[in-house]
């Protein structure tokens, strides 16, 4: 009697494994955004309600914002701890100067500029004397809140300018402005890391400094420009906040590079630096978004939210590995 024995193909198996790894690289954190969404459409009261999902998106775009300039930075292989103090600093400052009577848009742009310099400095000191991003952010993640607190004498202080309050409190066509510049960002974002040569050589220096280098790539600028860009977006985020909060705060941004960093790499960029999309940092951020909202109307104590929030920072490293695993 014969026996008909099918043996397994590997290759075949190899195959399937791939597409199925595609699939989740590219719709894994959807689907778990939506999944959420599903069950908090059933757990936490009015979660669906129009309001409450542009509450939501205006929650989150301040982070969304920062996230969109750390996710160029980890890109490259770095880190930028500063931008939550950058955050408190640029809206100190943009207060300060729109109080002094100055043009409330000029009084804006100057919060911005103080984020660009920060970033600057914190650029130049990575690609000049080659010290950890870390390191160099660290130090700046201080001295930055420092200048925050002396400069403001450690107190809020009051914005009265009904157009700078307009930038994070106000709404056009009934959407919070915060969202339309959260959009605005990425959307220019999308574009320098798809279409130019500059969002080429981010991809190309996170996954090989040295190749890059070799191939013509001016690295230390492309550093440079990168941190810059970073303080810039959280010098933004520092304004849109000050105009939501109607003040410039010393304390505000505080835990905001945390909540940045692990959006990022819940959406799907490799802290080595070399891997990720834009459009993945927004699905991170807002999963963040919709589990703090959910806890929220669920009424979480907030010190069960800070569990959850951490075990979320400590999930999206863990998911970052078993990424970084499953392309070795």
């Given at each position: 009697?014969?026996?008909?024995?099918?043996?397994?193909?590997?290759?075949q198996?190899?195959?399937?494994?791939?597409?199925?790894?595609?699939?989740?690289?590219?719709?894994?954190?959807?689907?778990i955004?939506?999944?959420?969404?599903?069950?908090?459409?059933?757990?936490?009261?009015?979660?669906?309600?129009?309001?409450?999902?542009?509450?939501?998106?205006?929650?989150?775009?301040?982070?969304?914002?920062?996230?969109?300039?750390m996710t160029?930075?980890?890109l490259?292989g770095g880190?930028?701890?500063?931008?939550?103090?950058?955050?408190?600093?640029?809206?100190?400052?943009?207060?300060?100067?729109?109080?002094?009577?100055?043009?409330?848009?000029?009084a804006?742009?100057s919060?911005a500029?103080?984020?660009?310099?920060?970033?600057?400095?914190?650029?130049?000191?990575t690609?000049?004397?080659?010290?950890?991003?870390?390191?160099?952010?660290?130090?700046?993640?201080?001295?930055?809140?420092?200048?925050?607190?002396?400069?403001?004498?450690?107190?809020?202080?009051?914005?009265?300018?009904?157009?700078?309050?307009?930038?994070?409190?106000?709404?056009?066509?009934?959407?919070p402005?915060?969202?339309?510049?959260?959009?605005?960002v990425?959307?220019?974002?999308?574009?320098?890391?798809?279409?130019?040569?500059?969002?080429?050589?981010?991809?190309?220096?996170?996954?090989?400094?040295?190749?890059?280098?070799?191939t013509?790539?001016?690295?230390?600028?492309?550093?440079?420009?990168?941190?810059?860009?970073?303080?810039?977006?959280?010098?933004l985020?520092?304004?849109?906040?000050?105009?939501?909060?109607?003040?410039?705060?010393?304390?505000?941004?505080?835990?905001?590079?945390?909540?940045?960093?692990a959006?990022?790499?819940?959406?799907?960029t490799?802290?080595?630096?070399?891997?990720?999309?834009?459009?993945?940092?927004?699905?991170?951020?807002?999963?963040?978004?919709?589990?703090?909202?959910?806890?929220?109307?669920?009424?979480?104590n907030?010190?069960?939210q800070?569990v959850?929030?951490?075990?979320?920072?400590?999930?999206?490293?863990?998911?970052?590995?078993?990424?970084?695993?499953?392309?070795?």
């Open positions: 009697m014969k026996v008909n024995m099918q043996t397994a193909n590997p290759s198996d190899l195959h399937v494994g791939n597409i199925i790894h595609g699939l989740w690289n590219r719709l894994g954190m959807i689907m955004l939506l999944l959420l969404c599903v069950v908090l459409s059933f757990t936490a009261p009015n979660f669906l309600e129009t309001s409450n999902l542009l509450n939501i998106l205006k929650q989150v775009s301040i982070i969304a914002i920062l996230a969109a300039g160029i930075v980890i490259t880190i930028d701890l500063s931008v939550g103090s950058t955050v408190a600093l640029s809206g100190v400052i943009s207060v300060l100067v729109s109080s002094a009577g100055v043009n409330p848009f000029i804006m742009l919060g500029a103080i984020g660009y310099v920060v970033g600057l400095i914190n650029g130049f000191f690609a000049k004397t080659k010290l950890p991003p870390f390191i160099v952010t660290l130090g700046s993640f201080t001295y930055v809140r420092g200048l925050a607190y002396v400069i403001s004498g450690g107190y809020p202080i009051v914005l009265s300018n009904e157009t700078f309050k307009f930038i994070g409190g106000g709404s056009i066509l009934g959407i402005t915060p969202i339309y510049i959260m959009l605005l990425y959307g220019v974002m999308f574009f320098v890391l798809k279409y130019t040569m500059f969002g080429r050589h981010i991809y190309a220096i996170g996954g090989n400094e040295e190749a890059a280098r070799l013509g790539i001016k690295v230390e600028r492309s550093l440079i420009n990168v941190y810059s860009i970073s303080g810039l977006l959280a010098g985020g520092g304004v849109v906040l000050a105009g939501r909060l109607y003040s410039g705060q010393p304390t505000a941004g505080q835990m905001y590079e945390l909540d940045a960093i959006a990022v790499i819940l959406g799907g490799s802290l080595v630096g070399g891997r990720g999309k834009i459009q993945g940092t927004i699905i991170g951020v807002l999963i963040m978004g919709v589990i703090s909202n959910g806890l929220t109307l669920m009424d979480v907030y010190y069960w800070l959850v929030k951490g075990g979320v920072i400590v999930a999206a490293v863990l998911l970052d590995r078993l990424r970084g695993d499953s392309d070795a």
